[in-house]
């Protein structure tokens, strides 16, 4: 596969609607935006709401809102729509369909009807991210098995991988390798109830909405050799990648949700969107101090340089 190098540079913000944003998801919207801004480069948004019962279509309006607020400004998708709809991946299940359709025909595909419990009971090995990787359980069921299976459970559909490496320059985080047989096995790209895995429709989306440069967090790191895979057995164009350190609470413990200090509801009446990105900017390395400053004010100085590998935690008493 090749990667991306000649064409205008598109990034894009491609939130999953299932709460509101938070200082998590706003520092990797902001280095995508600055990333593709200070290259003269346009940003999509996309609505990540494949699991539309979690996503309702209240919170992808309120993430945009949040977004215009911070001055993180998009030039197509979302609600404002554009030349590649849909732009909200609950609209996109006959595009997924193609694909899906592609990778049957190329005989990679079979149903698993494994349980994501029984997995985990089982004593299968488990991968750096804390996920089994698949044994091949359910690859060589026969049609006969197959069927009989289907009449208790609505399988999910794995993808055969290859025995090979797959190797990639992240533009931030530098070579990465994996060979997904040993260290992921065959992944999903549907599940049983019919909704179309991040896996595939991350890959279809990027590629048909022309995205050059995907920056996202570092925890997803992990899943782009799955992708570059997907990219290469489709025919498609991989974009390049650029994986962001996480952000951390204060003493290095998890941003959860739950607390609901990083959320955005809780954020905006305390601070105005440029106390907001400038405390984010400064603890991205982006600027000296954490003074009151919007992104148009960082697209000039942006460098990756700047920006940490490792993940930065938020110092007490910032936010
Ligand atoms: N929708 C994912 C998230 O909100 C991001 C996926 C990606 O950037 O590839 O975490």
Not at 25 to 37: E, F, P, T
Not at 278 to 290: D, I
Request: charged share 25%.
């Amino acid at each position: 596969m090749t990667q991306e190098k000649q064409r205008p540079v598109v990034g894009r913000f491609a939130p999953s609607p299932s709460g509101r944003l938070h200082l998590g998801n706003l520092g990797c919207s902001l280095l995508a935006w600055l990333s593709a801004k200070s290259k003269g480069g346009r940003i999509i948004l996309r609505i990540e709401d494949l699991d539309a019962t979690r996503c309702p279509r209240s919170f992808a309006d309120q993430i945009q809102q949040d977004l215009e607020y911070l001055g993180l400004y998009w030039d197509e998708g979302g609600s404002a729509g554009g030349p590649a709809e849909p732009y909200y991946q609950s609209e996109c299940a006959s595009i997924y369909d193609e694909a899906y359709a592609k990778l049957e025909a190329k005989g990679l595909l079979y149903p698993c009807f494994c349980s994501r419990a029984a997995l985990h009971a089982a004593s299968a090995p488990h991968r750096s991210d804390g996920d089994v990787i698949y044994p091949g359980t359910c690859r060589s069921l026969t049609p006969e098995e197959q069927a009989q299976r289907r009449k208790t459970k609505a399988p999910a559909t794995r993808v055969i991988v290859p025995d090979t490496q797959i190797s990639f320059v992240d533009g931030h985080l530098g070579p990465y390798t994996e060979n997904l047989a040993k260290e992921c096995g065959d992944f999903v790209v549907r599940r049983g109830d019919g909704v179309y895995a991040y896996q595939l429709a991350v890959t279809v989306d990027d590629a048909r909405m022309g995205v050059t440069e995907v920056v996202r967090g570092a925890d997803l790191l992990t899943s782009t050799p799955r992708q570059l895979y997907l990219y290469q057995t489709l025919g498609l164009q991989a974009p390049s990648f650029y994986h962001c350190p996480l952000l951390l609470a204060p003493g290095n413990r998890r941003l959860s949700k739950r607390d609901g200090d990083d959320s955005l509801e809780n954020l905006r009446p305390k601070y105005t969107a440029a106390q907001i990105i400038g405390k984010l900017a400064w603890v991205y390395g982006l600027q000296e101090t954490p003074d009151p400053v919007m992104p148009e004010d960082l697209i000039a100085s942006f460098d990756w340089a700047k920006v940490p590998k490792q993940d930065v935690a938020l110092p007490e008493g910032l936010f």
